[in-house]
């Protein structure tokens, strides 16, 4: 079984819908990031948590939410989809300390078009 | 500013031949950088880290300070090296990873 599951995989909508992507670990981290990939623009940080108390935003957070609702549970959620934000969203989680913080563990993506 | 630059979107390189994938960091203090790779239909998975100064599947990588560079090297490419490459830095609070734009990596024989 993969380490981090996110779902769904893929998913069509459109504009002005709520989405929700969902990621599942069993890594046993703490640390849980969501980040999207667009094509020539890499990977770009929305939201990171620390633990289910604690969440931070990140570069482009604007237009979604997430929510903790367990150490091994980060969803994203886009309120009102635009067009804009069609790209591969991955979760990734990753341990702390010298060895742990950073080295980061992903999932497959999901990848999300929005007409 | 906390920034990485990958200047090349793509590189194609012959089987055999060295192999540089270039990635230049802005950064105030001692920065920690790692390179990611995602290989076709795979995850995108770490490759190394500057601090545990090993070789991965022969690639290496030098922090130079004063050229504030993380060039990710291999003296003689294979065909499975082709993947896509990230280079990251760990951002001033040690709390994320900010991502260069990422170099394709094409090996052909």
């Known amino acids: 079984d993969a380490d981090v599951t996110q779902t769904p995989r893929n998913r069509i909508t459109k504009t002005g819908k709520r989405i929700m992507l969902e990621c599942s670990q069993t890594?046993?981290?703490?640390?849980m990031y969501w980040y999207r990939q667009d094509p020539g623009l890499g990977l770009r940080l929305i939201y990171y948590s620390f633990d289910v108390k604690d969440i931070n935003k990140g570069e482009i957070s604007d237009g979604y939410s997430v929510s903790r609702q367990a150490q091994a549970k980060f969803s994203l959620s886009l309120e009102s989809a635009i067009p804009n934000q069609t790209a591969l969203y991955f979760c990734a989680t990753s341990g702390t300390g010298t060895s742990g913080a950073n080295v980061l563990t992903f999932g497959a993506g999901s990848r999300l078009t929005v007409l | 500013a906390q920034r990485v630059t990958q200047p090349e979107k793509l590189l194609s390189v012959f089987k055999g031949a060295p192999v540089e994938l270039k990635c230049n960091y802005s950064?105030?203090?001692?920065?920690?950088l790692f390179w990611y790779v995602q290989y076709s239909r795979q995850r995108l998975q770490l490759l190394l880290r500057?601090?545990s100064r090993e070789s991965i599947k022969g690639f290496t990588a030098d922090l130079n300070k004063g050229e504030t560079s993380f060039h990710l090297k291999k003296p003689f490419a294979q065909e499975e090296d082709s993947a896509m490459y990230y280079c990251?830095?760990?951002?001033?609070?040690?709390?994320?990873?900010?991502f260069g734009k990422g170099t394709t990596l094409s090996v052909s024989s």
């Open positions: 500057h601090i």
């Open positions: 990251a830095l760990s951002n001033q609070a040690g709390t994320a990873l900010i």
């Open positions: 890594k046993g981290h703490d640390r």
């Open positions: 950064y105030s203090g001692s920065p920690e």
